[in-house]
Every structure is written in structure tokens, then in C-alpha cells.
């Protein structure tokens, strides 16, 4: 089955097309009328993390709770195979009361500025987000999801968190916020001048929730397309870049949703970030040492590259998916002549 829909009207020369490959085993009751919870989650991919999305997706499914229904979109390139979006539907023959549809952004975003300074390479799927409220033009709300994570809480706390006054949430970028806006290290500090933007409220885009409602109110997506027309050159940390400086209403989620596995524990954590945290944020964060909910393998701490902390969550995944050996062998292909750790153990410090 598949539904195309008329471009996005503010997408100017990026023309998009949507396509719904597929969207199947709709989620069926569980218990009593009113117990399903449903739950919009948003990625994107393309062929080169055709692997870890699946891997994410399974982590995001095997932790749900048996009330929660994930209505999983995935936004892919015009380029993306038939026989890739089979392989991620293959997952919802164990996990049959979720959904998965996928969209089909055509070319959009092949021109957009890709550079990134640490040279961690992206491809047009990391803009792909911004489209968001246009995409899932009947949701009010979606959880965003990149697709270098790994899920370990069931994540119905996170999509309940109020979002009336906010455009966006995420957890606080304390890479970002220990820099200061003049200091030349800061990639985005020129970007952030031109729009006369403090760092200290920096988000990170990997894990976000997202109120779509009030960002069609606020005409959010113009705002971007703007953004990247007047400073194109400038967006350092692509769409992180723009919807820092574009949202008008940004809330820091909770350090437990979107931790990076560099970060050792939270209680280390929070010992050395209270300095980057305004005091509204310190108390949306809580006062309680939390496990993780959202492991996010960021920059170049990626399993599939080589030995990374907490990789062992990543692997542990990778076994319950429908392809674990050919994972395996994508790896094995990806860190030739690299050592990586083989052993599934899970980390002592969570």
C-alpha cells in the first residue's frame, strides 16, 4: 500500500514526497478498553544505519511496557530499498503490537550543509526532523529518537512530561554549555551570535520530545528553512544547530532521557553539572540518582566502530533482533583491523 501526499508546501526547492511503505499490525487491545497507551516516535535512516535502527528499535520494543503501543515513523531517502524496510519489519513478528510506517523524504536536504568540525560524517536524513510537525501533521506530540541509542526504560513518564509552554525538550548538551559563547571552540558560537543566542541552553537533538502542536502554532518549520537559507554554512551540528536557535520555547528533559554512554553514572554526572544548569532545569531534573532510560551512543562513540563504554548494552540488543549475525558480519566488515569487545556483559555501573 502506498500514500503520496502533495509536497510540503513550505519546503521550497526540496521537494518531498510522501510515501507510506508500509504500516502493519496496527496495535490490538491488551486488557480493557482504554489501557493502550500510544506513543508517536519518530526516526530517520538510511541503507548506512539500516542496522542500528533496527538494533534501536528493538531496544525500544523489548523494554515497552505491556500497556505502551509505539507507533514507530521512519523517514528514509528516495533511495532507500524495498528490501531494507523488510528487514526492519521483520521486527513486528515478535513485537506485533507496535507499529512501524516509513516516509519516503524523496531528495529533501541533499544540498544542506553536511561538514561537521570533529568529522563524524552526516547525510541528509539528520535534517530530516525538522519537518517533523508537517510529517505528522495529526500528532500533537512525538518522542524523536536517533538511531545511534538504545532504549532501557519503558518510555510512557517521558511522553506524559508537560510540554504545554515548550516547543521542544532534550536533554541539556553539557559539551556545549561548558564553552563559552565567545570561546573558538565552540563550533556553533558564530551561529548563535548572529541570532544573539546564549549556549548555556543548549539541547542536544539526538532524544527529544517534541510538542508538533505548538510548534505548527509557532510556524516553527519556517523558521528553520529560514535558518538554513540566511546562514547555511554555519550549522555545525546540523539540525542540533538549528532548532537551538530557532525554538522559541525550549525545555531540558531529564538527564536519564538521552545520557551519553561517555558520561560514567549520573551521580558523577550530576556532581560536575550543576554549574550548567539553570534552576529551573536543576529542578526539572530531580534530586533522585536515576538509571538511564535512553543510552545515546553519540559523535564517534559508536559500537559498531570499534570499543566504546557501555558498548556491551548495544550487543546485548544486537542479540535479540531478527539479524544478529548479519550485524555481526557488518560490523566485522566496519572495524577491520580494529579491535572491538565481543563479550556480552552488562556494564557494573548501572
Given at each position: ?36 497507551v ?17 538494533v ?7 523494554t ?63 535534517y ?8 505528522l ?10 538511531g ?45 551570535r ?16 517534541m ?13 528553520f ?67 538511564p ?9 559508536k ?48
Amino acid at each position: 500500500m502506498e500514500l503520496f501526499r502533495k509536497p510540503l508546501d513550505n519546503a521550497r526547492h526540496w521537494v518531498i514526497f510522501v510515501a507510506v511503505l508500509a504500516m502493519l499490525m496496527q496495535p490490538s487491545s491488551a486488557g480493557a478498553i482504554g489501557e493502550s497507551v500510544h506513543i508517536p516516535i519518530a526516526m530517520a535512516a538510511d541503507a548506512g544505519y539500516l542496522y542500528p535502527t533496527i538494533v534501536a528499535l528493538t531496544s525500544l520494543f523489548e523494554t515497552a511496557a505491556e500497556s505502551t503501543r509505539y507507533a514507530v515513523t521512519i523517514m528514509v531517502p528516495g533511495n532507500f530499498k524495498m528490501e531494507h524496510a523488510n528487514k526492519i519489519l521483520e521486527l513486528l513478528r515478535t513485537y506485533e503490537r507496535h507499529s512501524i510506517t516509513f516516509v519516503n523524504m524523496g531528495d529533501a536536504f541533499e544540498t544542506a550543509y553536511m561538514d561537521r568540525p570533529w568529522g563524524v560524517p552526516v547525510t541528509s536524513p539528520v535534517y530530516y526532523r525538522l519537518l517533523l510537525p508537517q510529517v505528522l501533521a495529526e500528532e500533537p506530540k512525538c518522542i524523536w529518537i536517533d538511531g545511534d541509542t538504545v532504549t532501557l526504560q519503558d518510555l510512557q513518564r517521558m511522553y506524559f512530561i508537560d510540554m504545554d509552554k515548550y516547543d521542544i525538550a532534550g536533554a541539556p548538551s553539557l559539551t556545549f554549555r561548558s564553552q563559552s559563547l565567545t570561546s573558538s571552540e565552540f563550533e556553533g558560537s558564530e551561529l548563535l551570535r548572529a541570532y544573539g543566542i546564549d549556549p548555556s541552553r543548549w539541547i542536544c537533538s539526538g532524544v527529544m520530545l517534541m510538542n508538533l502542536e505548538k510548534m505548527r502554532e509557532d510556524g516553527c518549520v519556517q523558521k528553520f528553512l529560514d535558518c538554513m537559507d540566511k546562514y547555511p554554512t554555519l550549522l555545525h551540528v546540523q539540525d542540533e544547530s538549528v532548532l537551538n536557535v530557532c525554538c522559541p520555547f525550549i525545555r531540558a528533559l531529564p538527564l536519564k532521557y538521552g545520557m551519553f554512554n561517555c558520561w560514567p553514572d549520573l551521580r558523577a554526572l550530576r556532581f560536575w553539572t550543576v554549574g550548567l544548569l539553570a534552576p529551573d532545569e536543576l529542578e526539572q531534573n530531580g534530586t533522585e540518582e536515576e538509571a538511564p532510560a535512553i543510552v545515546h551512543y553519540a559523535c564517534k562513540q559508536k559500537p559498531w566502530l570499534g570499543v566504546v563504554a557501555h558498548d556491551d548494552l548495544w550487543w546485548r540488543f544486537v542479540e535479540m533482533t531478527p539479524h544478529p549475525d548479519e550485524i555481526k558480519a557488518w560490523v566485522a566488515l566496519k572495524t577491520e583491523g580494529r579491535p572491538r569487545r565481543r563479550t556480552l556483559r552488562m556494564p557494573t555501573t548501572w
